[in-house]
């Protein structure tokens, strides 16, 4: 048996929601959950059920009640924030740019190996055209700006890539571009990638382990 790359316990987490008077809400009740190394698996589940929530808790964003969460068998309190950040990198619905060219954007990815050679390779792998490079990045498409968030991620060198619905702001056409930069990426570079979405047809597509975040429990889908 593979050893698993990222593992969650029965891990808690509540919420305090502010309507008037403010209510605590658990959302996350007892959540277990094996992914391997360089594995995809899909997340769905109704609006406000968690997801987003679930997806921060492993980057430490967010903290759990209680509960562990284990990267390479390793607590991820035991890891400095930045390292685990680097490891394991976030893309998010909206996509968000840096002021500046995509050059500057990527450049900032890449401080520690900032070569021109990197970034332009860096560029290639995310498809993003050379003609884009110079370009004012706050005004690119949201699909082209998810492109850069994308390469901003890879440039960390990650092992894993936590995906909160990363093409559900797009029009078909981007969706389909950025979803077969994913898939690419995660074959060619073994990543390992949760991938939160609310489209079942994307989910099939994409993967044979499809889970569903439901009651704060998460069960995975079978046919
Ligand atoms: N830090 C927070 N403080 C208060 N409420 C939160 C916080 N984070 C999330 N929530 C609430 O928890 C619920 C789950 O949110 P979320 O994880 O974004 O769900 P999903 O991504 O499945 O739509 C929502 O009702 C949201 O308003
Ligand atoms: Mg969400």
Redo the contacts with the bound molecule.
């Keep these: 048996m593979a050893e698993p790359h990222i593992e969650l316990r029965n891990v808690y987490r509540t ?3 502010q309507a008037g008077t403010s209510v605590r ?1 658990e ?1 996350l009740r007892g959540v277990n959950l094996n992914v391997l190394k360089g594995e995809l698996i899909t997340i769905m ?10 997806l921060r808790l492993i980057n430490r964003l ?1 903290e759990a009640d209680s509960g562990t969460i284990l990267l390479d068998s390793a607590n991820i309190k035991d890891y400095d924030p930045r390292e685990l950040r680097r490891r394991v990198g976030m893309v998010f619905q909206i996509p968000v740019v840096f002021k500046g060219s995509v050059r500057d954007n990527l450049a900032f990815g890449t401080k520690l190996w900032n070569t021109d050679a990197d970034i332009e390779a860096l560029a290639a792998e995310a498809a993003i055209p050379g003609e884009l490079m110079d370009a004012d990045a706050a005004h690119l498409s949201v699909g082209e700006k998810q492109r850069v968030c994308i390469a901003r991620a890879l440039a960390n060198k990650p092992e894993a890539l936590l995906l ?1 619905e990363p093409t559900s702001a797009l029009d078909k056409a981007s969706a389909e571009k950025v979803e077969s930069l994913l898939l690419r990426l995660q074959s060619e570079r073994h990543l390992t990638m949760l991938w ?1 979405t609310h489209d079942q047809a994307q989910a099939r597509r994409i993967s044979r382990h499809n889970y569903v ?1 439901e009651d704060g429990k998460l069960r995975e889908e079978h046919g």
């Design positions: 919420v305090t929601r809400s959302i589940g109704p609006s406000g059920a968690g997801k987003s929530t679930l967010t909160d939160v975040l």
